[in-house]
């Protein structure tokens, strides 16, 4: 059963950072992409990146790009979201996740794509 696990999130002000981190259990973790997403009170879920397996290509939303950052370590089966220059909209549920498949290099972005969720860590940014 593959699961992810989430934490590092927590209460930060505006302009401030925050490392998230996923670890992923029971499945070879090298061997496919991970994924965060996040859920605002009242939003949908929406995509925030994604990392691929083996050569490490990545993907944003542009809501994120140049304040986060994603990353693995494939020796700890985990990989992280450092979040910079966090502002008010960024507060929401952070999920992460995997899908069942990977193509080495490919990045899936569509939350269709993900089949593992891990149950989510709260992260909240006061103005």
């Known amino acids: 059963q593959v699961q992810p696990v989430e934490s590092g999130g927590g209460l930060v002000q505006a302009g401030g950072s925050l490392r998230l981190s996923c670890v992923v259990s029971g499945r070879t973790f090298s061997t496919y992409a991970v994924g965060w997403f996040r859920q605002a009170p009242g939003k949908d879920r929406e995509f925030v990146a994604a990392?691929?397996?083996?050569?490490?290509?990545?993907n944003y939303a542009d809501s994120v790009k140049g304040r986060f950052t994603i990353s693995r370590d494939n020796a700890k089966n985990t990989v992280y979201l450092q979040m910079n220059s966090l502002k008010p909209e960024d507060t929401a549920v952070y999920y992460c996740a995997a899908p069942v498949y990977s193509t080495t290099g490919y990045v899936p972005t569509r939350e269709t794509e993900y089949a593992y969720w891990g149950q989510g860590t709260q992260v909240t940014v006061s103005s």
């Open positions: 990392i691929s397996k083996i050569i490490d290509n990545s």
